[in-house]
């Protein structure tokens, strides 16, 4: 009983943060001047995307050679397959749930979206994730060292992210700093510690999630890489999904959007790097399924991105792909 309770505990604190945190990253993008949409794919994603990150390093350093090496390569495909399915279908289903609450929103549903940025990030993204299968399907002496890549990769993203044209983020629109709410214009300081403190709160309620759900996948006897591509991402993904949730509900679907984009390219590359430097990279049946099932979603996305007919409902139809996964999942146990 004391799991469950700790889970919806964590469940509840991690929604609290992210509202904090979505306030602050929102006046930082200001402060620093960034393009409106780098503060969803670069400054929020950077910030939701570190605990799948710390699982996988954690994993690696700290885990036994066989539960260390599965929940570390479960953890960096796990991560891809929730952002990249479960995440979208949120989107839009509450994006659904405001055309019932106010049938003209629906007009509004992608003002300030840029799709063709969207199905460009998709591509790439396909780019990176066919070339990490690939490496999960053979071995060959040099590749721990290919995790450099993946890490440069994200670099690379990093700097054209950042480069992009647009409009910079104001500070016209936004509602006041939580820790300064008279202020009309936050101190920088304030700023960085209402951001750093709510992080660090969604930190720490992951990893306690995360342990009870790795508590959960003994006792229903499900093994490490199970827990950690089917499990584990639900609550290291979290965040993401909470970010998509309140923004959509304050009517910022191209934020929404853009931090899902951005997590997705993280976990295409940061924990696969730290993946491959760490572990064999070999992957069972399982986590070929987890690709294969991300790479289907993304594939469907980009094509929605580019013909630009993005819809709520076909959002919400991403959610079909983490379903069929957990279907072969369980047939193939």
Same mark, same amino acid.
Request: charged share 15%.
């Given at each position: 009983?004391?799991?469950?309770?700790?889970?919806?505990?964590?469940?509840?604190?991690?929604?609290?943060?992210?509202?904090? @945190?979505? *306030?602050?990253? =929102?006046?930082?993008?200001?402060?620093?001047?960034?393009?409106?949409?780098?503060?969803?794919?670069?400054?929020?994603?950077?910030?939701?995307?570190?605990?799948?990150?710390?699982?996988?390093?954690?994993?690696?350093?700290?885990?036994?050679?066989?539960?260390?090496?599965?929940?570390? #390569?479960?953890?960096?495909?796990?991560?891809?397959?929730?952002?990249?399915?479960?995440?979208?279908? #949120?989107?839009?289903?509450?994006?659904?749930?405001?055309?019932?609450? *106010?049938?003209?929103?629906?007009? !509004? !549903?992608?003002?300030?979206?840029?799709?063709?940025?969207?199905?460009?990030?998709?591509?790439?993204?396909?780019?990176?994730?066919? @070339?990490?299968?690939?490496?999960?399907?053979?071995?060959?002496?040099?590749?721990?060292?290919?995790?450099?890549?993946?890490?440069?990769?994200?670099?690379?993203?990093?700097? /054209? =992210?950042?480069?992009?044209?647009?409009?910079?983020?104001?500070?016209?629109?936004? =509602?006041?700093?939580?820790?300064?709410?008279?202020?009309?214009?936050?101190?920088?300081? &304030?700023?960085? #510690?209402?951001?750093?403190?709510?992080?660090?709160?969604?930190? #720490?309620?992951? /990893?306690?999630?995360?342990?009870?759900?790795?508590?959960?996948?003994?006792?229903?006897?499900?093994?490490?890489?199970?827990? &950690?591509?089917?499990?584990?991402?639900?609550?290291?993904?979290?965040?993401?999904?909470? *970010?998509?949730?309140?923004?959509?509900?304050?009517?910022?679907?191209?934020?929404?959007?853009?931090?899902?984009?951005?997590?997705?390219?993280?976990?295409?590359?940061?924990?696969?790097?730290?993946?491959?430097?760490?572990?064999?990279?070999?992957?069972?049946?399982?986590?070929?399924?987890?690709?294969?099932?991300?790479?289907?979603?993304?594939?469907?996305?980009?094509?929605?991105?580019?013909?630009?007919?993005?819809?709520?409902?076909?959002?919400?139809?991403?959610?079909?792909?983490?379903?069929? @996964?957990?279907?072969?999942?369980?047939?193939?146990?």
């Amino acid at each position: 009983m004391i799991h469950v309770i700790l889970l919806l505990v964590c469940a509840v604190i991690i929604y609290l943060a992210c509202e904090l @945190f979505v *306030n602050a990253v =929102e006046w930082l993008g200001a402060r620093l001047a960034v393009g409106a949409i780098a503060v969803g794919s670069i400054l929020a994603a950077a910030g939701t995307a570190l605990p799948e990150s710390v699982v996988t390093l954690v994993a690696v350093l700290f885990g036994s050679d066989e539960a260390g090496s599965d929940i570390g #390569v479960g953890a960096a495909l796990g991560g891809p397959l929730v952002v990249g399915t479960i995440a979208y279908a #949120v989107t839009g289903a509450m994006l659904l749930l405001r055309h019932r609450a *106010n049938p003209a929103a629906k007009r !509004d !549903d992608m003002a300030g979206v840029d799709l063709q940025r969207m199905g460009r990030d998709q591509v790439w993204f396909i780019a990176i994730f066919v @070339f990490k299968i690939a490496l999960g399907l053979v071995a060959f002496a040099i590749k721990p060292w290919l995790g450099l890549l993946f890490l440069a990769a994200y670099g690379v993203y990093f700097w /054209q =992210e950042m480069r992009q044209d647009g409009d910079a983020a104001s500070h016209e629109d936004l =509602e006041p700093l939580r820790l300064q709410r008279k202020r009309e214009r936050p101190a920088t300081w &304030a700023i960085v #510690v209402q951001t750093l403190a709510t992080l660090a709160v969604i930190f #720490v309620a992951s /990893q306690v999630f995360v342990s009870q759900l790795e508590w959960a996948g003994p006792a229903m006897g499900l093994p490490p890489m199970v827990v &950690a591509l089917l499990l584990s991402p639900i609550a290291t993904e979290l965040p993401e999904v909470l *970010n998509a949730i309140i923004w959509v509900r304050q009517g910022k679907t191209a934020l929404a959007l853009a931090n899902i984009s951005g997590a997705m390219m993280i976990q295409a590359t940061v924990p696969s790097g730290i993946g491959l430097l760490g572990t064999p990279w070999e992957f069972d049946t399982g986590a070929t399924l987890a690709g294969l099932a991300t790479l289907a979603s993304v594939v469907y996305l980009t094509i929605l991105f580019h013909r630009r007919a993005v819809t709520a409902g076909r959002l919400v139809v991403a959610g079909g792909f983490y379903a069929a @996964f957990a279907v072969g999942l369980a047939v193939t146990l």
